[in-house]
């Protein structure tokens, strides 16, 4: 008999639930996005976007239920992103999945948002053991290494801000319309890397990231260039700093990539739906023997059949949550996998 | 009728099961804490002993609020889901509403309320007709002391109900004098889920994916966009 999982996600401003089929097909995949509503921000606010939750997430599940003509009666567990995230939304996606398996009896799974983006790509392609994942995005920048399901060890991350974040924060600099990562993205496509801004390396054999001094050099040259009355191409600023963050995000994942002598490489997150920093992975991992994956970029940016693929996982192995099940802002990666053994 | 009445929109938490009516079980706390964490557990505690099963319910009561802002969508998202799972209808009451019936027989005029810092309250003003409370001052999040100010208009004495009275007992009295009135047992300031689930029993139910939280306060980045679009539009 088949697994279905239903999995809910609300730890920021997509209010999103799907099914998903024995841990790996996609049975329904509903995300409501709040983008509209937090542009006029220029960024998300917090209390917005768990308003905006608690309107939609009966109408998600609907369309969820609707799509995948199924019922509560053929759902296996119900997983649910405990966090990192937002604690006001992610509140809402708790409680939801906490009423539906208690109405029907069915069992809780906790998911650790992180987890998901990873087990997006087993959506498209069953893992290999070693792997390495890249997670890229908004709040995150983690170079994570798994020798088995459900395991998950942090070789490197960010000490300061997230890639994602250093770009909205140069797309905020450069006036772009939030969100504005994208749209850095789509202009160092037609930008020439004519500015040399600093590479973060950190110590030797460090796989850490740091990009507050890359988005602080990014802001003097602009400002020292408006001072002496010159003026630099949008684009070759965006080219300029892609180039940055590109380089040493493909070159720490190439370097830990050997070290660890994994078998696959998997980048995830909302920026892995990044143009330039695709292009530089590809060419850095050919003929490699690692086998270098991108998710499709509809799993890449938040959504819940990522929560019910790591979920499906989670609930093979024996994980469950109970009805005092919170979530958890700071949520620990490695303290999650622990608790899953 | 079955009935599953959750209130976790200010500092209580409360659960209760109403079954043939009447009230067959209440659990309420009254601590700090987080009902995230409490809520399901008490639930699951009080379905128990109640001999209940969730197919079993007729009905979700659910107190819509004023209160915290967080609090208020851990009960809705409970209530709501719960109610469109099991396809049965929700009732959403006004959390001022419902700590304004503790007081149902026993004044004229009651005024509920609940203190929103800096001098605010969430409140509004409740007269007894013969078979319920009617709203005589619609609910709002105002100044007391203005609020205070606009009772004093009347000739009545108003029963004041709140787990803040404490808070402002001075300033109530200072300004309505006798007209004001309290309770002499202090659990009457606290919210009764076996109130709220009794209450729902008689009520017209809403569409579910419509209930929303009865926040009674935009959010601030909101009110101060819709400020600057007032502004601009005046340029
Ligand atoms: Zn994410």
């Known amino acids: ?341 | 009728m079955n009935i599953l009445a959750i209130d976790t929109s200010n500092q209580v938490m409360g659960v209760a099961i109403y079954k043939d009516g009447q009230v067959l079980a209440e659990y309420t706390t009254n601590m700090k804490r987080n009902h995230s964490i409490g809520l399901m557990p008490a639930i699951d505690h009080i379905m128990k002993e109640t001999d209940m099963k969730p197919d079993q319910l007729d009905r979700i009561a659910v107190a819509k609020g004023p209160g915290s802002y967080t609090g208020v969508r851990i009960g809705l998202s409970t209530a709501k889901t719960m109610a469109w799972t099991l396809n049965i209808p929700i009732v959403a009451l006004s959390s001022l509403e419902l700590v304004a019936y503790n007081g149902f027989g026993f004044a004229k005029y009651i005024c509920p309320f609940f203190d929103a810092r800096r001098g605010l309250v969430y409140t509004g003003l409740y007269e007894q007709t013969d078979s319920h409370l009617a709203v005589r001052k619609e609910e709002q999040n105002i100044s007391f002391e203005a609020w205070l100010g606009q009772l004093n208009e009347m000739e009545e004495s108003i029963l004041f109900l709140s787990q803040d009275v404490e808070l402002h007992r001075s300033m109530i009295v200072s300004i309505l004098g006798e007209k004001a009135v309290f309770p002499s047992v202090d659990q009457f300031h606290l919210p009764k889920a076996g109130i709220l689930a009794s209450l729902a029993a008689d009520r017209d139910h809403e569409l579910t994916h419509e209930i929303t939280p009865n926040y009674l306060r935009l959010v601030e980045a909101e009110a101060n966009w819709l400020k600057e679009q007032e502004r601009k539009r005046n340029e």
């Open chain 1, 1 to 341: 008999m088949s697994e279905y999982i239903l999995g809910i996600e609300t730890s920021c401003d997509e209010t999103a639930a799907a099914i998903i089929k024995d841990g790996r097909e996609i049975v329904a995949n509903v995300v409501a996005s709040q983008i509209e509503s937090h542009k006029r921000f220029g960024g998300v606010v917090p209390e917005i976007a768990s308003r905006h939750h608690v309107e939609q997430i009966t109408h998600v599940l609907e369309e969820t239920f609707e799509k995948a003509e199924l019922t509560m009666d053929d759902i296996d567990a119900v997983a649910v992103t405990e966090g990192p995230g937002l604690v006001g939304a992610l509140l809402v996606g708790v409680n939801t999945a906490k009423a539906l398996a208690f109405a029907h009896h069915k069992p809780l799974i906790g998911v650790h948002h992180i987890a998901g983006h990873i087990y997006a790509n087993r959506l498209v392609q069953e893992f290999d053991f070693p792997l390495l994942a890249l997670v890229v995005s908004g709040g995150h920048t983690e170079l994570i290494l798994m020798k088995e399901h459900g395991s998950f060890q942090i070789i490197g991350e960010t000490r300061d801000d997230a890639a994602g974040e250093a770009y909205d924060k140069v797309a905020r600099t450069l006036k772009l319309p939030y969100p504005g990562g994208p749209k850095i993205d789509q202009l160092a496509q037609d930008g020439q890397s004519v500015i040399d801004f600093p590479r973060a390396w950190l110590e030797e054999g460090s796989y850490d990231f740091s990009f507050s001094g890359l988005k602080s050099a990014v802001i003097n040259t602009l400002h020292n260039a408006e001072q002496r009355g010159e003026q630099y191409l949008q684009e070759d600023i965006a080219a300029s700093f892609q180039a940055s963050v590109v380089e040493v995000l493909v070159e720490k994942t190439y370097r830990a990539a050997k070290n660890h002598g994994v078998k696959q490489v998997i980048v995830a997150g909302g920026v892995a739906a990044n143009k330039g920093l695709r292009k530089a992975m590809e060419e850095k991992f050919a003929g490699e023997a690692s086998a270098l994956m991108f998710p499709p970029i509809s799993l890449c940016t938040d959504n819940a059949a990522i929560i019910a693929a790591a979920g499906s996982v989670a609930y093979n192995q024996g994980h469950r949550a109970g009805w005092d099940l919170n979530a958890n802002p700071g949520l620990d990666l490695e303290r999650y996998a622990q608790r899953n053994k």
